[in-house]
């Protein structure tokens, strides 16, 4: 299971047998949750089949969400507090059908000391999430709400969207407070940029499935660039 996981990829197949055979699969339901804020970090979980997602959400004390990420088959979550040894920093949710392998986090640690491939695999991973946490709060501390809402939603149709007739459809259900989450935003202010949105051609919106589709995608990109609609 583990050879399509990116992080694992360079591990020699002895070693991902081992980590396998210490591990166990799940098959969380739709809309589950996987793990809460503050759990004790015990495990890391490798997304290892399905179309589905698991998404990243933090809270804050008054209840609002901001979702992280979004995590596919092929990639890895939960990672944080397996290496440092603190509680969850953020909330784990499922979203659609996945499979996922429940490593457990001794498992990992004594992987990760004495596998090279893997030190440098995780190194490589913690660097590029990191690189997108300081884009976000790059994005959160000088854009506009609209500029960040086309970034998130071209990016979440970089990683995980279909391209139609209609457009590139994103994958999974995003309802306006999902929308909204992404951004630590109100649904109605995500609201009022979506009707502009499909006003001018951009975005086809279901709301009742929380189906997003990007009509025009190389507007939404020079929207998220400078700002304005070409």
């Known amino acids: 299971m583990l050879e399509t996981v990116e992080l694992f990829a ?14 166990h699969a ?16 015990d495990a890391l979980y490798a997304v290892v089949a399905g179309d589905g997602f698991v998404r990243i959400a933090a809270a804050s004390a008054t209840s609002k969400v901001l979702m992280v990420e979004v995590f596919r088959r092929g990639e890895v979550l939960g990672e944080i507090g397996v290496i440092d040894g603190a509680n969850r920093t953020a909330q784990a949710g499922i979203d659609g059908r996945v499979r996922l392998l429940r490593i457990p986090r001794a498992v990992f640690l004594e992987a990760l000391a004495t596998t090279p491939a893997l030190g440098l695999a995780m190194t490589q991973l913690l660097c590029r999430r990191l690189r997108r946490t300081f884009g976000l709060f790059e994005a959160a501390s000088f854009e506009s709400l609209e500029v960040r809402l086309a970034q998130q939603v071209l990016y979440l ?5 279909r391209r139609t007739a209609e457009g590139v459809r994103l994958a999974g259900r995003l309802r306006q407070s999902d929308l909204a989450d992404l951004l630590g935003a109100t649904p109605r202010s995500i609201i009022t940029i979506l009707n502009d949105w499909r006003a001018g051609g951009l975005v086809a919106y279901d709301a009742g499935r929380g189906i997003l589709t990007l009509q025009r995608e190389e507007a939404l990109r020079a929207l998220a660039r400078r700002g304005e609609v070409a």
């Open 26 to 41: 799940l098959e969380p339901r739709d809309g589950s949750v996987l793990f809460r804020q503050d759990d004790p970090a």
């Open 10 to 23: 360079a591990v020699p197949a002895e070693i991902r047998r081992d980590i396998e055979a210490a591990s």
């Open 157 to 161: 149709a970089a990683v995980a969207g």
